[in-house]
């Protein structure tokens, strides 16, 4: 907006509430200037991140909060605070070992012991600390003051900010409302109490812990009990145990329903001949990806045979293929359902999420529970960690296909499966290959975390390289896996690279 036309005074009485007049004079003179304009807000100035909150300007509010509370413990604690606190714990915990060792020595002493020594020269080295610790202590107290004044400075400063960017931020704000009426202006009783409540209750709590730090024991530490966590663990193991003596048939379906798909890849690659795969790979590559992505697999295959890794590297190929071809014929018909359905997509959506934030190591653990160690265990995991992306991209390519399209097909009569096959997914597909590529990569990090479980192939020798630090076999492993996961990335997404 450059123009006060664009201004409408009455739009501006409605958000503020109070005050309009100077808002709407204040408004104006920002949308006529294309260049920084001072506006000072004297509100903002006095009551800093409490005015933000009022206005339901939170996510300002909560920054200039964290440095107003942070500024005004410094002040505190430099002019009132016992900012010495440690140096003189840790003196009385020296004079504590002091004095035990003075018995010590005292009774050395009357026993004409040859340890006298030691304990006088201990005796003294703790002496000596105590002396340090008092120095340290004398100057950290010396700096109270200006620990102190550098909180003023702070303090005013960040005061005198909100003022000037007060009604910047403010009329950003108006813009947004104007435009979606379900933004809250704020300025209700709600808001006056809840930033006010708020803001006193942040920053006197944190002044009292940082600068009274034995004031409250409460702060020391989080409020718990040794059988909470007792029981929760008997909670979670009792819960695992009937999980794995009732879902048994279900466990065991899916045991052999991977290890066929496993034993059928580990015979096809590790027990034919190195040339046959070798000749077969080289020409379905040419096939999907072309000539030079031909030779490429067969240079990445011969550094694997020249090098050793033949067996392994077949075993990790059948592992990796495993996985990924798992997770790619569960994930599209699954990316495809959501798409259609949005409730069920939301639904899942915070499974996946899970699926990828939690730490490797820690869904191995029921992982492991139900199936136990070994290549079938290693493929889950791998399927946990690395199938979510198609899902997600799979849904995000449907989506993303043109309305204008689907609505000239279906005015030609196409059906649904015609619409699907013929139109969303050859116009998806380039984002659907992109979530296949992110699915082998993810594959492909967890091949010596598998490794752990008895999976064996190249990861094995990673994890071997990391324990006895051999540099070499590490890195040549690596870079193994690293081809391993290159062939099938360009064997499966061709030439339909994004």
């Known amino acids: 907006m450059t123009d006060n036309d664009f201004i409408d005074p009455d739009q501006i009485h409605e958000f503020v509430k109070t005050r309009p007049d100077y808002y709407v004079r204040e408004f104006q003179k920002i949308n006529n200037s294309t260049r920084f304009v001072f506006s000072l807000n004297l509100a903002a100035l006095l009551f800093g991140s409490i005015w933000f909150g009022i206005r339901n300007i939170w996510n300002w509010a909560l920054a200039f909060l964290l440095i107003e509370t942070f500024a005004i413990v410094q002040v505190i604690r430099g002019l009132f605070g016992n900012i010495s606190a440690e140096a003189y714990q840790k003196i009385d915990q020296i004079q504590s070992t002091i004095d035990f060792r003075q018995k010590q020595l005292e009774a050395a002493i009357?026993?004409?012991?040859?340890?006298?020594?030691?304990?006088?020269?201990?005796?003294?080295?703790?002496?000596?600390?105590?002396?340090?610790?008092?120095?340290e202590a004398q100057r950290i107290e010396a700096l109270g003051l200006w620990i102190a004044v550098g909180g003023i400075v702070l303090f005013l400063a960040i005061r005198i900010f909100q003022g000037v960017s007060a009604n910047t931020i403010l009329e950003k704000r108006f813009s947004e409302w104007v435009s979606d009426r379900s933004i809250s202006p704020g300025m209700m009783m709600l808001n006056f109490v809840s930033s006010t409540v708020f803001a006193i209750t942040i920053i006197v709590l944190s002044t009292i812990?940082?600068?009274?730090?034995?004031?409250?024991?409460?702060?020391?530490?989080?409020?718990?009990?040794?059988?909470?966590?007792?029981?929760?663990?008997?909670?979670?193991?009792?819960?695992?145990?009937?999980?794995?003596?009732?879902?048994?048939?279900?466990?065991?379906?899916?045991?052999?329903?991977?290890?066929?798909?496993?034993?059928?890849?580990?015979?096809?690659?590790?027990?034919?001949?190195?040339?046959?795969?070798?000749?077969?790979?080289?020409?379905?590559?040419?096939l999907s990806a072309g000539p030079r992505a031909a030779i490429y697999s067969v240079a990445f295959l011969a550094y694997m045979g020249l090098l050793g890794f033949?067996?392994?590297?077949?075993?990790?190929?059948?592992?990796?293929?495993?996985?990924?071809?798992?997770?790619?014929?569960?994930?599209?018909?699954?990316?495809?359902?959501?798409?259609?359905?949005?409730?069920?997509?939301?639904?899942?959506?915070?499974?996946?999420?899970?699926?990828?934030?939690?730490?490797?190591?820690?869904?191995?653990?029921?992982?492991?529970?139900?199936?136990?160690?070994?290549?079938?265990?290693?493929?889950?995991?791998?399927?946990?960690?690395?199938?979510?992306?198609?899902?997600?991209?799979?849904?995000?390519?449907?989506?993303?296909?043109?309305?204008?399209?689907?609505?000239?097909?279906?005015?030609?009569?196409?059906?649904?499966?015609?619409?699907?096959?013929?139109?969303?997914?050859?116009?998806?597909?380039?984002?659907?290959?992109?979530?296949?590529?992110?699915?082998?990569m993810l594959s492909l990090a967890m091949v010596v975390v598998a490794s752990l479980i008895g999976a064996k192939g190249l990861g094995q020798d990673v994890l071997e390289a990391l324990q006895y630090a051999n540099v070499g076999q590490g890195i040549l492993a690596g870079i193994a896996i690293l081809f391993c996961a290159l062939i099938l990335d360009r064997v499966i997404q061709g030439k339909k690279r994004v």
Request: proline letters at 6%; glycine letters at 8%; charged letters at 15%.
């Open 310 to 440: 033949w067996i392994k590297a077949m075993t990790t190929l059948a592992l990796l293929g495993t996985a990924a071809i798992l997770s790619i014929t569960i994930g599209i018909p699954l990316g495809i359902y959501c798409s259609t359905r949005p409730r069920f997509y939301a639904f899942i959506r915070p499974i996946m999420d899970f699926m990828q934030t939690m730490p490797a190591f820690v869904f191995m653990i029921p992982v492991i529970a139900f199936f136990g160690t070994g290549k079938v265990a290693a493929v889950i995991i791998t399927m946990i960690f690395g199938g979510t992306p198609v899902v997600r991209l799979t849904v995000l390519g449907l989506k993303g296909v043109p309305e204008t399209i689907r609505e000239a097909a279906i005015a030609y009569g196409a059906s649904k499966w015609f619409l699907l096959t013929k139109v969303d997914l050859p116009l998806a597909m380039p984002t659907i290959l992109a979530g296949v590529n992110q699915t082998v």
């Open 209 to 286: 812990h940082y600068s009274f730090p034995n004031l409250v024991a409460l702060f020391a530490d989080f409020p718990t009990h040794p059988d909470i966590r007792l029981l929760s663990i008997d909670g979670v193991e009792n819960g695992f145990d009937y999980a794995v003596v009732k879902g048994d048939a279900i466990f065991t379906a899916i045991t052999i329903g991977i290890r066929s798909v496993l034993d059928s890849l580990e015979m096809l690659f590790v027990k034919t001949p190195w040339i046959v795969v070798i000749g077969a790979i080289a020409v379905m590559t040419g």
């Open 110 to 135: 009357e026993s004409n012991s040859d340890k006298v020594d030691v304990f006088e020269r201990t005796i003294k080295s703790l002496e000596d600390s105590i002396a340090g610790y008092l120095q």
